[in-house]
């Protein structure tokens, strides 16, 4: 038996050709198959391969073809597929459904387009938004850019530079790109192991069973689209000389003076990248603040924090149109008047599902008004066959969120075992500088759901800033339920956030108390210990003291300790 | 007494035998224990005293500080020197992100050392100022016990004032303890080794302990040669032995010389600097010799066999489980007591005493699942139980889950580091035991994860919790398959 080869679709073995010539199908096949070559394994059989779902996880890298009837009853015929599950996109949620799903003993096969750090049309990538595109270069970039917050603090802990450190762009892009080159090889090294087939080249749903990819077709049982999102810029006059935070990924030269246009994580994000390897920045926001949706107490502070570190924002500032001056700088034209001179100006406006020719009109897998795949609680499309999971679907748009997605499908799929993501505390991190860490409700969030709530509250001068010099602060919030205690929300803004915030999201999610937190220990000294150290809250507000239907916020200070 | 307490709307008589104290409360000594149990107190109505000695950064039988230990010899000027240190690694980290850096970097230690004593003065005061708000009367001097309920303080100019509280707590802490070789009188203790005048150009560490290990972390960290001697084969005895393997390696890969199952036996002064003698012949010469071979319990000017207050061989007062001592009326909180000499254990031992006292609600500590770091370069951090304690308390199978990679930062900045995180399961119930981390942010990382431990959490409980991507914490919660499992049949065998 030959090793699984996932570079290209396996049509050069002569045995499988002949076992498709030979294999007795049982429905109808579109013309084109007919010159076409089945995935087989020799060992085909009608049994519900389903069964085996106790086949330990390190994976034969050919599965048994798994061949299963439509229906239980036996009343329609047994059909036969290429696959048991064919996904469309390798990025993080396509890539976990398809393992696990081949650890449970599914033959998989998954298609991704050719790799690009800009994704597009033709290109992406394995490995996907997150690690092409998003969370990993992304973090990267984080960490080279705070290196000149450090170089900042350390003259505080007696370091010292005869010569300013200097940045070298190219270095970076290098260096950054090599990794992300490594990254990809190794995910197709997971599906390699994991015994999923990989086909590069863009899949198409032609029916319910059916995929397209380049004009070779593969039918499948069960089909999973998950293509992910794309930037989206709006359309105004000059948009063409916008990028977006793919091409801001990779620009070949450090921006001299970029434009941001959004408030959101990315916006806020590439901000702080930005402007730690030096770059004059200018933040456009449609709104009075940042971040909306989070919560407003971290909204200001990160807006604060950020200004202090030299971002200007420029709030309630529309962008009109873009103009390109013969010098090739470029100036933004908003609702307030026209500021020039920038060397980029990067649209941070929002994603979109990456929906457009998949050939999901054709078959029926309905799309909401944002081009998001419509999908039930188990992430089935209005297509019983057609599965969507990750950014496609628009629900929470988070790596993570979509390997739990994956992994609660591959479950669903291939261990009879009917399994809904759980999308309660989910928590998140936004990278900016400083970052935040959150998990639960927002306080706005919670009153509304919970009514009467206790809040905590610290803002305060981390040990290293008070050496350092620096104007750096944290601030840390928790909301509690004032009825049950239980602990039902957790901010954070400054150093180490997103790491901070793991642990307690293992507690939040625990549906742990606010005595939970008391009794526990802190680890000193750290500014995690904070969280556990809020004695008294910074005010209890409660609905009864509301009036006519206005909340009103019933602000108790703290007593003296 | 003027001041009355209201514990639960009902008037509650301190000195209800009608006997006239000065204090309700005497606290000798205040440091993070005293100081906590002192104001807790004070805020449940008490009128409370404290004592403590003059203010210097190194500490004597006569010199001490409001604050203590954690605040002027441990904990906070350690932690200032530590981020110092850490500099010099992310400086050459940030090489391989683009930075040009000089290649002889200047590192200014007097400076340093400057902004950590202002940094101590600073919290110094704030201490002082925590407890005038809330009206502690502190004085200064020396503390001695002199009855059940009298209190003597000698003044910095000699003079003694006496004083009678219904309750007195001894808060004293404890100090570095040397080894008596031949020239330890030339080696320094932690004491000294936060307000040295130049930074070590080649140090000399004694111990495996946390101490050893952190400045052993801080001198390689400012570039200086350091060399660290234990007498075990791995540092950090107590902590999870994988964990401590992975310390070692860190150590050494940040270029520490290691030197195990050694100890020192003699030094002497040379021309050259400190001759260093060790049980196995060698010899190096070091311009300084930290010793940080273990802390005994300030015990010894205190009085306490006048009144009979039980001590321990090592010199620790011998407490109930509400940090009471035999005298009924004399108690004691944190390192003087010698049961987890940490900061905030002291802090939850000087509030249960509070709460028992003053505050009409008998409280013990909880030592469960406490919470701990080392702030080694890069830094170990635990929580509740390490594999061998697991394996050992635990009547059926333990699964250990571990976790070793290169962090993100690594792949870019080219340093040999691995990160590693372990969780300890019950096999049975599927509670985790324990937590352990090693590499950057461990302390930090390891606070929420010790919330969830402390309330008893499954590692089903873990698994359901979504990731923060990417961070390293995250790994806690993606932890799928078990690297082993130790069935209760392999275990090592009791004496029984």
Known sequence: ?561 | MARKMLVDGELNQTNKEGAEYDFDLFVIGAGSGGVRAARFSANYGAKVGICELPFHPISSEVIGGVGGTCVIRGCVPKKILVYGATFGGEIEDARNYGWEVNEKLDFNWKKLLQKKTDEINRLNGIYKRLLSNASVKLLEGEGKIVGPNKVEVTQPDGTKLSYSAKHILIATGSRAHRPPIPGQELAITSDEALSLDDLPKHAVVFGGGYIAVEFASIWRGLGATVDLFYRKELPLRGFDDEMRAVVARNLEGRGIKLHPQTNLTELVKTDNGIKVITDHGGELIADVVLFATGRLPNTKRLNLEAVGVEIDKTGAVKVDEYSRTNIPSIWAVGDVTNRMNLTPVALMEGTCFAKTVFGGESSKPDYRNIPCAVFSIPPLSIVGLSEEEAIEQVNGDVLVFTSTFNPMKNTVSGRQEKTIMKLVVDAETDKVLGASMCGPDAPEIMQGIAVALKCGATKAQFDSTVGIHPSAAEEFVTMRSVSRRVTARGKAKTNL
């Open chain 1, 1 to 561: 038996m030959a090793t699984t080869s996932f570079t290209a679709p396996k049509l050069s073995s002569p045995t499988f050709q002949t076992l498709c010539r030979n294999f007795p199908l049982s429905l109808p096949i579109p013309k084109t198959l007919s010159s076409f070559s089945f995935h087989l394994s020799p060992f085909l059989s009608r049994f519900h391969l389903h069964h085996h779902h106790y086949h330990p996880p390190r994976f034969h890298p050919r599965r048994l073809f798994a061949v299963r009837a439509e229906s239980e009853n036996g009343a329609e015929p047994i059909r036969h597929y290429d696959f048991d599950l064919f996904t469309i996109g390798a990025g993080s949620g396509g890539v976990r459904a398809s393992r696990f799903a081949a650890n449970f003993g599914a033959s998989v096969a998954v298609c991704e387009l050719p790799f690009s750090t800009i994704s597009s049309e033709t290109t992406g990538g394995v490995g996907g938004t997150c690690v092409l595109r998003g969370c990993v270069p992304k973090k990267l970039m984080v960490y080279a850019s705070k290196y000149s917050h450090e170089f900042d603090e350390s003259n505080g802990f007696g370091w010292k530079y005869d010569t300013e450190p200097k940045h070298d762009w190219s270095t970076l892009m290098a260096n950054k790109n090599a990794e992300l080159q490594r990254l990809t090889g190794i995910y197709k090294n997971i599906l390699n192991k994991a015994g999923v087939t990989l086909i590069e080249g863009r899949g198409k749903i032609v029916d319910p069973h059916t995929v397209d990819v380049d004009g070779k077709l593969y039918t499948a049982r069960n089909i999973l689209i998950s293509v992910g999102g794309r930037p989206f810029i709006p359309d105004i006059p000059g948009r063409e000389y916008a990028i977006d935070s793919d091409a801001a990924l990779d620009l070949p030269s450090k921006p001299e003076k970029v434009a941001i246009v959004g408030g959101g994580y990315i916006a806020l994000e590439f901000a702080g990248i930005f402007n730690g390897l030096t770059s004059e920045v200018h933040v456009f926001i449609r709104q009075k603040k940042v971040l909306r949706g989070f919560d407003e107490e971290i909204r200001d502070f990160v807006g604060e924090q950020m200004a202090l570190r030299g971002i200007q924002f420029h709030t309630e500032e529309s962008p009109q149109a873009i103009v390109k001056s013969a010098d090739g700088s470029l100036s933004l034209k908003t609702n307030k008047g026209t500021i020039e001179g920038f060397s980029h100006i990067m649209f941070a406006t929002g994603r979109r599902p990456n929906t457009k020719n998949l050939g999901l009109e054709s078959v029926g897998v309905k799309i909401n008004k944002n081009g998001a795949i419509e999908v039930d609680e188990y992430s089935r499309t209005t297509v019983p066959s057609i599965w969507a999971v990750g950014d496609v679907t628009d629900r929470i748009n988070l790596t993570p969120v979509a390997l739990m997605e994956g992994a609660a499908l591959a479950k669903t799929l291939f261990q009879n075992e009917p399994t809904k993501p759980d999308y309660r505390a989910v928590p998140s991190a936004v990278f900016s500088q400083p970052p935040i860490g959150q998990v639960g409700l927002t306080e706005e969030q919670a009153i509304k759901e919970y009514g009467d709530i206790d809040v905590y509250t610290a803002n305060f001068r981390p040990l290293k800033a008070t050496l350092s010099g620096l104007p750096d602060r944290v601030f840390m919030k928790l909301i509690v339920c004032a009825k049950t205690n239980k602990v039902i929300g957790l901010h954070m803004c400054g150093e180490d956030s997103a790491e901070i915030a793991q642990g307690f999201a293992v507690a939040v999610k625990a549906g742990l108390t606010k005595a939970d937190f008391d009794a526990t220990v802190g680890i000193h000294p750290t500014s995690a210990e904070e969280f556990v150290t809020m004695r008294s809250p910074t005010r209890k507000i409660r609905q009864s003291s509301e009036s006519q239907g206005n909340m009103g916020h019933e602000a108790k200070t703290a007593a003296g300790v």
